[in-house]
């Protein structure tokens, strides 16, 4: 079983920073790419920014030079830090990461989300 949990969430004003936090826990063999997406109401989930077992790292344009994506595998523990902020990063955050398991298996895994609100 594995579990990914999202924390650092809440509500900031524009210009303001904020840090999420995923951390990873279960069963786990090994954790290959990870992964921050979004979902603003009425929009689909869109990825925000990834980063693989090896450290490469991509963002979305609408991101890029704002947020930086990093993990510690000592900790199972990916971190979004955010800076700049803007009332159109307003969305539900979602981390991602592909898990192999200790069974062996393969396979992405989604937390449950956490809400950033940005106030103009």
């Known amino acids: 079983q594995v579990q990914l949990v999202e924390s650092g969430g809440g509500l900031v004003q524009a210009g303001g920073s904020l840090r999420l936090s995923c951390v990873v826990s279960?069963?786990?063999?090994?954790?290959?790419?990870m992964a921050w997406y979004r979902q603003a109401p009425g929009k689909e989930r869109e990825l925000v920014a990834r980063i693989t077992r090896g450290g490469s790292t991509n963002y979305a344009d609408s991101v890029k030079g704002r947020f930086t994506i990093s993990r510690d595998d000592a900790k199972n523990t990916m971190y979004l830090q955010m800076n700049s902020l803007k009332p159109e990063d307003t969305a539900v955050y979602y981390c991602n990461a592909d898990v192999r398991a200790s069974s062996g298996n393969l396979r992405g895994y989604w937390g449950q989300g956490t809400q950033v609100t940005v106030s103009s």
């Open positions: 279960g069963s786990i063999f090994s954790i290959n790419d």
